[in-house]
């Protein structure tokens, strides 16, 4: 069993007190649910647990109402890759794309 850290003082925190690497690996030891469960049921009942998990699985499991969000994403990624940055790989612009878009769900400031 994973324990809560005592007094941590990490800036990934989550208010349950598990760090975002906890909260992750407890979630990978969950016994898998049975496919006709409905998954924000399963995040609602987690949210106690783990409020940054499910805040952001509950995110990315809701359809969106409009396409906004995907035409703001298309316009980041044209910040991020330009011809400025012509040699930045695939995946280092896939990662600075996610953390751009999902740091903020941690209300991470930078």
Do not use: C
């Amino acid at each position: 069993m994973i324990e809560k850290p005592s007094n941590s003082t990490s800036t990934e925190e989550n208010v349950s007190g598990y760090t975002a690497e906890v909260m992750v690996e407890m979630y990978l030891k969950e016994p898998l649910q049975e496919r006709h469960i409905d998954p924000l049921s399963y995040w609602k009942t987690k949210q106690v647990l783990w409020k940054a998990l499910a805040l952001m699985a509950t995110k990315f499991l809701s359809i969106p109402p409009s396409s906004a969000s995907s035409e703001r994403l298309f316009s980041s990624a044209g910040d991020i890759i330009s011809k400025e940055r012509n040699r930045l790989g695939t995946e280092k612009a896939e990662n600075l794309l996610f953390l751009k878009k999902n740091l903020p769900v941690f209300d991470y400031k930078y």
